[in-house]
C-alpha cells in the first residue's frame, strides 16, 4: 500500500436515478451515467492517487430490500437501471493501468459459476492482475423476479456456486455434480495467474453460515455499512470478531482475512440521504481513522457527489488520513 494505513477505492456511477438509488448518488450526469462518465470517473481516481475503483452488479433495482408476500413488483419504469457489470469491468481493465478494480458484489445466481469464474479470470489476465473478484447471493428479491432467476434456498445456492468457482480459479479445474449446478471436468484454458484474482465475499450479516465460507473460501471479508442515525462501528467490531472466531474454527489464521468495509460519505455543500458520514474533509478523515484503527484495511466509498467531483473531494480525505 505504498505506506498508505488503509487502501481506498471509490464507486463508479454505473446507476440511474430511480426507485432504489436517489438523484444524488448519481452524480448529476443528468441522471443516467454513461460509459463516458464511467472513464472520467475511473481515470480521475487512478491520477488522484486512489487504490481502486468499483462496480456494483445490478441490472434493474426496485427500492425492495424485503420481499412482500406474495411478491409484487414495482413498475419497471421507476426503477434504478445499471450498466452491465461485467462489461464495465472488462473495460475498465482495458482502460486503467495501476488501480485495482473490482465487483461489490457480483450475484452468483446471475450467471452458471463456471461462465462467471472464466469471465473473471479473463478480466484479471487483461488488467494485468488487478482484479479483485467480490462474490454474493444477492439482495433484490425483485431483480430475481423480474428476469426469472430462481429465489429459494439462496445461501445454499450460493454454496455451491463458491464449490465450482473457487477451485476454478485458485486450481484451475473442477469436477463438481450438486443438487442446483454441474461442472463435469471443466478446466480453465487459456488460464491467467496461477492464484486467481483474490476472492471477496460480501457478508454483512456474518451469521454462522456466511461466516463458515467465507472462512473457507475468501480472501477478503466485506460488509456495508450505513449511519442512519446509530452509530454502525459496534456492528463493524462485533462482525470483525465472528469472523476471526469462525478462522480459528477452521483452523484458519484470522490475519490472514482481509477486511474490507463499505460506506457512503456526502461531502460539505453537497445533498446526504440518510446512511452518509458527513462533515469536513478533516472530520470524515477522522472518522475513517477509526475504521482503520478496528481492523479495515480497504474502504470502498460511493460519494456525493458522485463521479468526479465525488473523486477529487475524496482524494483529498485519503491524504489526511495517511497524514494521520
Known amino acids: 500500500m505504498n505506506g498508505r494505513r ?4 471509490v464507486f ?27 472513464l472520467r470517473t475511473a481515470t480521475l481516481a487512478e491520477e ?16 425492495d430490500w424485503d420481499a412482500p408476500d406474495p ?53 484479471d489476465q487483461v488488467s494485468d492482475g488487478r482484479l479483485i473478484l467480490g462474490l454474493g447471493a444477492g439482495d433484490h428479491w425483485s431483480e430475481f423476479t423480474r428476469f426469472g432467476f430462481p429465489l429459494d434456498r439462496p445461501i445454499a445456492r450460493f454454496e455451491e ?33 496461477a492464484s486467481g484474482p483474490p476472492i471477496l465475499i460480501g457478508a454483512l450479516g456474518s451469521g454462522p453460515r456466511m461466516a463458515r465460507l467465507v472462512a473457507e473460501h475468501a480472501d477478503l471479508w466485506n460488509g456495508w455499512y450505513t449511519f442512519d442515525g446509530t452509530d454502525p462501528y459496534p456492528d463493524l467490531v462485533a462482525a470483525l470478531e465472528r469472523m476471526d472466531a469462525a478462522c480459528t474454527s477452521r483452523g484458519r489464521e484470522p490475519r490472514s482475512l482481509g477486511r474490507t468495509a463499505g460506506i457512503s460519505i456526502a461531502f460539505d455543500g453537497f445533498e446526504a440521504e440518510g446512511g452518509s458520514i458527513t462533515g469536513s474533509d478533516e472530520e470524515i478523515a477522522r472518522s475513517l481513522a477509526t475504521w482503520v484503527d478496528a481492523g479495515v484495511e480497504h474502504l470502498q466509498v460511493v460519494t456525493s457527489p458522485a463521479g ?17
Open 6 to 9: 488503509c487502501k481506498v477505492g
Open 12 to 38: 463508479v456511477p454505473t446507476w440511474t436515478e430511480g426507485s432504489a438509488l436517489p438523484a444524488w448518488t448519481t452524480g448529476g450526469f443528468d441522471g443516467r451515467p454513461t460509459w463516458a462518465d464511467v
Open 161 to 193: 456456486a463458491l464449490r465450482i468457482i473457487v477451485p476454478l480459479l485458485r486450481v484451475g479445474r473442477v469436477d463438481f455434480d450438486g443438487e442446483f449446478h454441474t461442472a463435469r471436468d471443466v478446466e480453465l484454458v487459456p488460464r491467467g495467474r
Open 71 to 123: 411478491p409484487v413488483l414495482q413498475p419497471a419504469a421507476g426503477a434504478t437501471g445499471c450498466l452491465d457489470a461485467w462489461a464495465v469491468l472488462a473495460a475498465l481493465a482495458a482502460t486503467t493501468t495501476r488501480v485495482e478494480i473490482g465487483s461489490l458484489v457480483a450475484c452468483t445466481a446471475y450467471l452458471n459459476p463456471t461462465r462467471l469464474a472464466r469471465l473473471a479470470d479473463t478480466i
Open 48 to 63: 488522484a492517487g486512489l487504490d481502486s475503483v468499483w462496480v456494483c452488479d445490478h441490472m434493474l433495482m426496485d427500492d
Open 308 to 324: 468526479p467531483a465525488g473523486v477529487e473531494r475524496l482524494a483529498r480525505v485519503v491524504e489526511l488520513l495517511d497524514a494521520g
